[in-house]
């Protein structure tokens, strides 16, 4: 039996959800949109009973997307998410705005449960309703009562299901039973009218009300000019730092943990192709996935806080106005800040964009605002062409360069949004209605259901092409065409300078020459000319190309080509040899120009394919990530052409 | 006096006239704003857009530029006893 979940948002449809379904949950979309479909399931005895949750909508008028949604699947019986049974959910402490959407699902003839959820909050907001006055109303459906939030209630929904009451044709609103798209606004705008006057009157004879004075000094603190926005960059700095900081140690031990098992497997398995295959590509490919899960984990436990206490909409109710000019949201500034710490729990963030235009906005920049990911490869080149020193005495240069980059990839992000505003179609008007729920405390148990979704929905729908792309990457920098690798490896053990090499530095050299003539590595020859109008060579060229896979590995690169010894202090090495890198005609390859260009190249390239395949999942097409890795490359390209030009 | 939503103050109450457009105005009433609906303004957004009002305990925010299109008559003071 598939049952179809509906209320407005904020009537703690989630918690019943949740509450029914439990652990057994899946995450999709519906069919052609990228509208979110959670669906669950339970058992009644041997028949499983099938929860559909619809997006939050306040009435069946296809509107946005999600609405759009919700009454083409009621709609359509032929539709493979249309219910046998639905059950709607209402706030019982305020009954009069909810049952809007619920007389609309009233009229579709389905069995229906109608649950009037937050029970005990209307009772202690001296909210009483009559609920003999509802059931002569609607008398051919079930009605309960649930306290949700601590769990009271499943039983009462669950019995309503087995028994199903068969419906008699009545009708809340009768000249409505036909809606279509078609309907002029003016008749829309006279049904409603119709529909919202019998409501009034039904809750005049079903509710009384000895409501209390109400309680909004919090939200005088929350939209204040002044302890607003405090607060707000208060929470930001909480959730970014934690990020930051916390997210480090699983992931290190995830790495730690990874680097073994390849070398474990490697050692315990005969040698050749699938040894390699397994200990060189699938493994780091996979531990290259879980590498992401403390972040992402991290940000949606806040998020979900910020969600289930309301105070999400306060935030959006400030930065509404600020974001606005620039084809932004309230909403976006989540995602844009958490982008900072990684740009992948950032894009997945931006579900809660309801504007479809918004959020791809803010998905397609969110990857321009300055990562973790990029910090070793910023700090590696300050360190080699920024000098150390102070300007003006106490400002330290390499700092002030690196505050440069973050800002630049923000500057570049706003406006980026700007232009985007400017070339994407609206599908939908720019109006925004937004409930700010009452403050609350949150529900646990929401948040952590919020954070093993996400966290799933990343392992298996974004995961995947990871690693099938790290599993290319490797395959790319580990063979060559034709024997030109083996010769190589061959021809620089005759050298010299390997005969009196250490075995540390033979095993280097080799596999620098191997990175040379792998596919890879002609690959960078073959942009050579493209990025020499950078200042780059095809070493930085190979290392841009393999950095695809993650930005940090660009370090790695770069060790490799120029043979850097894997013992001891590998980063001082490596800067040396960085250092005394010379082009053909003898000067010196990094320059304050060529590192310059490199680290804006750093800023605005899109090298990350997990972005790419999260961005993927959360447009629903490869349109869009193809088109944020071209802007951005074009970005990166002119931009680091141009600062190359001004500095050489 | 009658106005329009985008010009009342916090705190201030009062009655919904009439709404201009009809598509905002089926938004609204969906939402629970309908004529001659009393209500009162309850937060302002720092740069004056948007706007919230509430709805006996729902609080909703608006655009300022549909604000605009809610036409409003300011009530006085002592026409608020029958306000929640």
Request: proline residues 4%; aromatic residues 10%; charged residues 20%.
């Amino acid at each position: 039996m598939k049952v179809a979940l509906l209320g407005n948002p904020n009537t703690g449809k989630s918690s019943i959800f949740n509450l029914l379904t439990g652990l057994r949950q899946q995450v999709g979309n519906f069919p052609g949109v990228t509208v979110e479909k959670k669906s669950g399931f339970f058992m009644d005895g041997k028949e499983r009973i099938d929860i559909i949750d619809f997006p939050g909508t306040y009435s069946l008028t296809p509107r946005s997307i999600d609405e759009a949604v919700v009454s083409s699947v009621l709609r359509d019986k032929t539709s493979k998410d249309y219910p046998d049974q639905i059950i709607a959910v209402v706030d019982a402490s305020r009954l009069e705005n909810n049952l809007f959407l619920f007389t609309q699902l009233y009229d579709f003839q389905l069995p229906m449960v109608l649950v009037l959820n937050m029970w005990d909050l209307a009772k202690k907001q001296g909210i009483s309703i009559d609920l003999k006055a509802l059931e002569l109303e609607f008398p051919d459906i079930s009605i309960v009562t649930t306290t949700a939030r601590v769990g009271l209630g499943k039983e009462r929904i669950t019995e309503a299901l087995k028994k199903p009451k068969p419906r008699s044709g009545r009708v809340f609103t009768p000249q409505e039973g036909e809606q279509n798209d078609e309907k002029t606004e003016k008749s829309n705008r006279q049904s409603a009218i119709k529909r919202k006057e019998k409501i009034s009157a039904l809750i005049a004879s079903a509710q009384t009300t000895n409501k209390k004075a109400d309680r909004k000094l919090l939200d005088r603190f929350f939209v204040h000019p002044v302890s607003g926005y405090l607060f707000f960059l208060f929470v930001l700095l909480v959730m970014f730092q934690s990020i930051f900081s916390f997210a480090t140690y699983p992931m290190e031990l995830i790495e730690g943990a990874f680097g073994f098992l390849a070398q474990w497997s490697s050692h315990s398995m005969p040698t050749g192709v699938l040894n390699d295959l397994i200990c060189q590509g699938i493994i780091p490919g996979i531990g290259g996935v879980l590498i992401f899960v403390p972040q992402i984990a991290l940000l949606f436990f806040f998020i979900g806080i910020l969600e289930e206490t309301g105070y999400l909409s306060r935030v959006v109710f400030i930065m509404d106005r600020i974001m606005r000019p620039l084809g932004l949201n309230g909403k976006s500034v989540v995602p844009l800040m958490s982008s900072l710490a990684c740009a992948i729990p950032g894009v997945m963030s931006a579900r809660t964009i309801g504007d479809w235009k918004e959020r791809l906005i803010t998905i397609l920049i969110a990857p321009l605002m300055s990562c973790s990911a990029r910090i070793p490869v910023y700090t590696l080149l300050i360190a080699l062409v920024i000098p150390e020193g102070y300007i003006f005495g106490f400002i330290n240069i390499q700092g002030f360069v690196l505050f440069g980059l973050y800002l630049l990839g923000i500057i570049g992000a706003l406006l980026t949004a700007f232009v985007l505003k400017l070339l994407i179609k609206n599908k939908s008007k720019g109006f925004m209605l937004l409930e700010l729920p009452n403050l609350k405390p949150p529900r646990w148990g929401n948040v952590i259901y919020s954070v093993l979704e996400k966290v799933k929905v990343f392992l298996l729908d974004v995961g995947k092409i990871i690693v099938a792309i790290s599993i290319l990457l490797w395959f790319l920098a580990s063979y060559g065409p034709g024997t030109k690798m083996e010769d190589a490896k061959n021809n620089s053990m005759q050298s010299q300078e390997f005969i009196d090499a250490s075995n540390n530095a033979k095993a280097s050299i080799k596999s620098a020459a191997g990175l040379e003539n792998s596919y890879i590595g002609h690959l960078g020859k073959f942009i050579e000319p493209v990025i020499k109008p950078l200042g780059y060579d095809w070493k930085i060229g190979i290392s841009l190309l393999t950095s695809f896979a993650a930005r940090e590995v660009f370090v790695g690169s770069l060790s490799t080509i120029y043979a850097v010894q894997a013992d001891g202090d590998n980063s001082k090495s490596l800067l040396q040899s960085m250092k005394n890198e010379k082009r053909p005609d003898g000067t010196p390859t990094y320059t304050l120009a060529s590192g310059m260009s490199l680290m804006v190249f750093y800023v605005f390239a899109m090298q990350c394919m997990s972005t790419l395949a999260v961005v993927k999942r959360e447009t629903q097409s490869w349109k869009w990530p193809i088109f944020q890795l071209v802007f951005m490359g074009v970005m990166a390209y002119v931009f680091s052409w141009l600062t190359y030009l001004a500095l050489v | 006096m009658q106005t329009n939503l985008s010009h009342c103050a916090v705190g201030e109450k009062i009655e919904i006239i009439s709404i201009e457009d009809d598509f905002i105005a089926t938004k609204l009433i969906e939402m629970g704003v309908t004529e001659k609906l009393q209500t009162k303004v309850v937060l302002i957004a720092p740069l004056g857009d948007p706007i919230a009002i509430d709805i006996n305990g729902f609080i909703l925010s608006i655009r300022k530029a549909e604000a605009r299109k809610i036409l409003v008559k300011k009530l006085a003071k002592s026409q608020n006893s029958n306000i929640t």
